[in-house]
């Protein structure tokens, strides 16, 4: 078995691969899950896709993702996206603040963030039809309340409701899916009733930073025309990205995890479990247990090393940049299977 990550493939995709192996052209969607500074481990990933699987890609190519995962994502589109990756990191990582943040603080720097990984002619690359394919997706409440407000008493009863059931909570968010493609379907419908916009000059830099605008620690977004409520994480109904989609081909997942949790509130939840249609055409990859162990601190980033190096932002920043280094690893070990032809031979069932 990969030392450094696991593979495995629903029935149709591991079908698929041994009878006609695994070529980048198969691969017709992309997911991102949020999960904030998990996204790291998958940066070199993200090179290696870019550069090598996709460089002269022909074939449309779906990117969907929420709020970390979504800026991801949304290096693929950018004008040289390994560079913009590189910004995303630097511009990520190496946020801080003097003493604990209030919402405005932690949403003026997500803006920030965003702007910089962007550089000066990304949103004129959202305008432009390309063959990547970019999804954002965010959250739409209808909440009356004032801006600067925290929202708590609102979520409680989502919460309550969807621990009961998630079909409970479609009446109280609604998907929001920004994106570059003039062809809306690629996203199957579900329960969430859906709204597609477009990117336009005035609407990108606010739709890119809503998707990972995390309730209770940061503002919602309100400025979107076209949009009467207030914009959130994507992450609230797709946390992990359980999908299904309108186009046939295979979905190749990159991820932090080697599970699916279908929403944000459901990460409370562990005896709920995702078995949706999409995993019959997916393959997942995430970094092994063994692996993960070698990690500083023997763990993937997370948003709590804010709180447990808040007096030593410097430790933390060089835990984060080792880890976006040791993804390297699993870059190299999958490339040396896949070149040879044996990676179907690692392939375990979804």
């Known amino acids: 078995?990969?030392?450094?990550?696991?593979?495995?493939?629903?029935?149709?995709?591991?079908?698929?691969?041994?009878?006609?192996?695994?070529?980048?052209?198969?691969?017709?969607?992309?997911?991102?899950?949020?999960?904030?500074?998990?996204?790291?481990?998958?940066?070199?990933?993200?090179?290696?896709?870019?550069?090598?699987?996709f460089?002269?890609?022909?074939?449309?190519?779906?990117?969907?993702?929420?709020?970390?995962?979504?800026?991801?994502?949304?290096?693929?589109?950018?004008?040289?996206?390994?560079?913009?990756?590189?910004?995303?990191?630097?511009?990520?990582?190496?946020?801080?603040?003097?003493?604990?943040?209030?919402?405005?603080e932690v949403t003026e720097k997500v803006i920030e963030i965003v702007k910089t990984t962007l550089g000066s002619d990304g949103i004129d690359a959202l305008l432009t039809e390309q063959v990547f394919k970019l999804n954002i997706i965010s959250t739409k409440t209808n909440f009356k309340e004032k801006p600067g407000s925290?929202?708590?008493?609102?979520?409680?009863?989502?919460?309550?409701?969807?621990?009961?059931?998630?079909?409970?909570?479609?009446?109280?968010?609604?998907?929001?899916?920004f994106t570059n493609a003039s062809n809306h379907t690629v996203i199957k419908k579900d329960r969430f009733k859906t709204i597609y916009q477009r990117f336009t000059k005035d609407n990108s830099i606010s739709a890119i930073r809503s998707t990972g605008t995390l309730p209770i620690y940061m503002n919602p977004a309100v400025d979107i025309k076209g949009l009467n409520g207030l914009i959130w994480d994507g992450a609230l109904i797709d946390y992990h990205i359980g999908l299904d989609y309108n186009d046939e081909g295979l979905i190749f997942y990159p991820h932090f995890a080697d599970t699916i949790i279908e929403g944000w509130f459901d990460k409370f939840?562990?005896?709920?479990?995702?078995?949706?249609?999409?995993?019959?055409?997916m393959i997942l990859l995430s970094p092994s247990a063994e692996f993960v162990k070698c990690l500083p601190d023997s763990k993937i980033p997370t948003r709590e090393d804010f709180e447990t190096y808040f007096d030593n932002k410097d430790q933390r920043i060089k835990n984060w940049y080792e880890s976006a280094k040791r993804g390297e690893e699993m870059v190299m070990e999958f490339q040396e299977l896949w070149e040879s032809g044996k990676l179907v031979e690692h392939i375990l069932p979804l």
């Open 150 to 177: 925290k929202y708590r008493r609102k979520f409680i009863p989502i919460v309550v409701k969807n621990s009961i059931s998630r079909k409970l909570v479609h009446h109280d968010f609604e998907r929001v899916v």
């Open 1 to 53: 078995m990969p030392k450094t990550f696991q593979i495995k493939a629903g029935k149709t995709a591991l079908q698929h691969i041994r009878k006609n192996g695994l070529s980048p052209d198969d691969i017709s969607v992309i997911p991102a899950a949020a999960g904030g500074p998990k996204w790291i481990i998958l940066k070199a990933f993200d090179e290696y896709l870019l550069s090598n699987w």
């Open 55 to 104: 460089q002269d890609r022909q074939k449309p190519l779906h990117l969907v993702g929420a709020s970390a995962g979504a800026w991801r994502m949304l290096c693929y589109v950018l004008p040289n996206p390994q560079k913009a990756l590189d910004r995303f990191l630097t511009a990520y990582v190496e946020q801080s603040y003097d003493t604990w943040p209030t919402t405005d």
């Open 269 to 281: 939840i562990p005896w709920r479990k995702f078995n949706g249609k999409v995993l019959d055409r």
